[in-house]
Nanobody
Framework: QVQLVESGGGLVQAGGSLRLSCIAS????????MGWFRQAPGKEREFVAA????????KYADSVKGRFTISRDNAKNTVYLQMNSLKPEDTAVYYC??????????????????WGQGTQVTVSS
């Protein structure tokens, strides 16, 4: 079992920045591909970003490319999502997720094994 706890959400004006953190416990963090997803009210959950086990490879949704950066610190069992130039359409609950056996960096939520409880991000216009 892997437990994931997100933090760092909040209310920010459009154009502002936030950094989300997700700390993992329970298993060897570096064995897991990590991802960030989000779900806005009335919408389906969508992929945001993913990072490889060692942190050298990343993948982003087109909607956040160039504005968001995913990274990880395996010594701290933590994955981060730096969000810059935030837009009102980025408003959502953000979830981190972990998968042990993965080919590449999955963008489908169903491929992830463990999920955090989510943290709310609200961007005002």
């Amino acid at each position: 079992q892997v437990q994931l706890v997100e933090s760092g959400g909040g209310l920010v004006q459009a154009g502002g920045s936030l950094r989300l953190s997700c700390i993992a416990s329970g298993r060897t963090f570096s064995n897991y591909v990590m991802g960030w997803f989000r779900q806005a009210p009335g919408k389906e959950r969508e992929f945001v970003a993913a990072v490889s086990r060692g942190g050298s490879t990343t993948k982003y949704a087109d909607s956040v490319k160039g504005r968001f950066t995913i990274s990880r610190d395996n010594a701290k069992n933590t994955v981060y999502l730096q969000m810059n130039s935030l837009k009102p359409e980025d408003t959502a609950v953000y979830y981190c997720a972990a998968v042990h056996f993965a080919k590449g960096l999955p963008i489908r939520g169903a491929e992830y094994d463990y999920w955090g409880q989510g943290t709310q991000v609200t961007v005002s216009s």
